[in-house]
Nanobody, 123 residues
Framework: LQLVESGGGLVQPGGSLRLSCKAP????????LRWFRQAPGKEREGVAC???????NYIDSVKGRFTIGRDYANHSLILEMNNLRPEDTATYYC??????????????????WGQGTQVTVSS
């Protein structure tokens, strides 16, 4: 299963971006899905997760600003990012775990990873 992210870019503080993650030829409807990020010089951190049965979880620093969801029409994972801050600058990765669970942990184990998309928040 190959994951392809898109939607990253350069945005001013307070702006918005919408990241997408697809697995060509596969539906992501029945997997646990996660977004991670890694800033230069920092460890990778989990940002949000979405369980196969709809449970969601976010790290505190993005609560109220980021929304994780599924685009069922396009069989993809979405991360809506609003009110972006310079500290959100990082390479963002999607990750997928084949499991059927109600709840997810943000930094849980994954079976597949995307190649990453760069998000830069700067004026």
């Amino acid at each position: 299963l190959q994951l392809v992210e898109s939607g990253g870019g350069l945005v001013q503080p307070g702006g918005s971006l919408r990241l997408s993650c697809k697995a060509p030829g596969y539906s992501l409807d029945y997997y646990t899905l996660r977004w991670f990020r890694q800033a230069p010089g920092k460890e990778r951190e989990g940002v949000a997760c979405l369980s196969s049965r709809g449970g969601k979880n976010y790290i505190d620093s993005v609560k109220g600003r980021f929304t994780i969801g599924r685009d069922y029409a396009n069989h993809s994972l979405i991360l809506e990012m609003n009110n972006l801050r310079p500290e959100d600058t990082a390479t963002y990765y999607c990750a997928v775990k084949s499991e059927m669970v109600n709840l997810c942990t943000i930094s849980g184990a994954n079976d597949w990873w995307g190649q990453g998309t760069q998000v830069t928040v700067s004026s």
